[in-house]
């Protein structure tokens, strides 16, 4: 089956109970047994619940993975691929990441004896020249928020397997649609659901896929063992939002490249990061992995100060000021202040997330309102 069809129709069958064409929302903690250990597959809703199962079968199927798994949150998805790692275990991780994924890895997950190395993999070198015996992980974010890096999933799934580790992608700035990481050699697939699956705003949920019947085993003992599962109502919504995700997608590329180049020629701009540029530093590598190059986009003005940035985002009116990606409204962000604050300067300006750098989710809205708001705002 092609993306579209996957959508609407992968793991989903009608209620057997009713003919139901929807997915019901099973609110229920718990299912009534025949007798002790005798039941239709369903003991308790921590464990398994069959609104959840229904969408972690089509997000799974969206990605190519065998196996898929759906958390409480995009850092609940991540928590768990770090706790199938011991004390001793070493990550190699992207340096320019989401801001709350190295929050939970240097002040939670460091003080529980794991190590975490952060380099830039723009360059695969660099991860072969410290990947080691301890190495277990290879922590891959691409495109990489907030400046749109690319990194050659292929290459670096190439040195992890050399040498024994495995490797984990973060796939939420592309969505399924742009990027299947497992395709790629990698062996975990991570969304923050939160952002383009869901896409419409209104839900915080997690996922992880794989092919190994093994890792997913590790993440369904500690899905039910810590239990940060989502709830039946909101995997309802996620089904519901998925069923547009190519539509939603296909209108962010195109939107998302508008108003890329008009940035770019702007006399106020200073530098546009998105990846559909012919000479953004890893483009070959983006359109040799990636379907499209998406609506994220970030930008300096000349003025790079911080007063600058804050002039500029007071302006916006169709843009809203919010923390998060991915709908189908468009938002502005200032990682510096937002959703990179937990990243000290003196890391965050090495590699180019200056003060002034703002961010923009490009939603899907006509384009020519976006581009007339931009235009008031950065004039
Ligand atoms: N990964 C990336 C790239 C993100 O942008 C975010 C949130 O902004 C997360 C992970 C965390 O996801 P959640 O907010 O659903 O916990």
Same mark, same amino acid.
């Not at 691409?142 to 400046?147: K, V």
């Not at 702007?266 to 701009?269: E, I, M, T």
């Not at 990846?275 to 530093?281: A, L």
């Not at 959703?339 to 000290?344: D, L, N």
């Given at each position: 089956m092609k993306f579209a069809t996957k959508a609407l129709h992968a793991g989903i069958e009608p209620?057997?109970?009713?003919?139901?064409?929807m997915t019901p929302?099973?609110?229920?903690?718990t299912y009534v047994q025949?007798?002790?250990?005798?039941?239709?597959?369903?003991?308790?809703a921590r464990t398994h619940n069959p609104t959840r199962d229904a969408l972690e079968n089509n997000i799974a199927a969206l990605e190519n993975a065998k196996f898929g798994r759906c958390f409480a949150s995009g850092m609940s998805a991540t928590e768990t691929v770090i706790k199938t790692l011991r004390p001793g275990d070493e990550v190699i991780s992207t340096g320019d990441l989401y801001g709350g994924s190295f929050r939970l890895f240097t002040q939670i997950f460091e003080a529980f004896g794991i190590k975490f190395t952060f380099v830039d993999?723009?360059?695969p070198q660099k991860v072969e020249e410290i990947i080691?015996?301890?190495?277990k992980l290879i922590w891959v974010e691409?495109?990489?928020?907030?400046?749109l890096n690319i990194i050659d999933i292929e290459k670096i799934s190439a040195i992890a397997h050399k040498h024994g580790a495995k490797v984990a992608v973060d796939n939420t700035f592309a969505s399924p649609y742009l990027q299947n990481p497992l395709n790629q050699g990698a062996d975990i697939v991570m969304h923050?659901?939160?952002?383009? &699956?869901?896409?419409?705003?209104d839900v915080i949920m997690g996922f992880l896929g794989t092919n190994d019947p093994e890792i997913d085993n590790a993440f369904g003992f500690i899905q039910n063992s810590s239990g940060a599962v989502p709830g039946p109502q909101d995997c309802f919504l996620v089904l519901r939002g998925i069923k547009t995700l190519h539509l939603r997608m296909q209108r962010h590329c195109e939107n998302g490249e508008v108003i890329a180049n008009y940035l770019r020629n702007?006399?106020?701009?200073e530098k546009v990061y998105w990846?559909?540029?012919?000479?953004?530093?890893n483009h070959d590598i983006a359109k040799k992995q990636m379907n499209g190059f998406g609506g994220m986009i970030s930008f300096m003005q000349k003025e790079d100060t911080i007063e600058q940035a804050e002039s500029t985002l007071s302006k916006f009116k169709l843009f809203s000021?919010?923390?998060?990606?991915?709908?189908v409204e468009s938002l502005v962000g200032h990682p510096s202040g937002m959703?990179?604050?937990? &990243?000290?300067k003196e890391k965050r300006i090495v590699g180019g997330?200056?003060?002034s750098l703002i961010r923009l989710s490009v939603g899907i809205e006509d384009v020519d309102d976006l581009i007339a708001d931009l235009k008031q705002a950065i004039e």
């Open positions: 209620d057997p109970s009713t003919g139901a064409i929302i099973f609110q229920t903690s025949d007798g002790p250990g005798i039941h239709k597959g369903y003991e308790y993999m723009r360059d080691n015996e301890e190495t691409t495109p990489t928020n907030p400046l923050s659901v939160t952002k383009y &699956i869901a896409g419409h705003s702007h006399p106020n701009v990846p559909g540029f012919e000479d953004h530093p000021l919010a923390e998060s990606l991915g709908g959703t990179h604050a937990s &990243i000290p997330l200056t003060d």
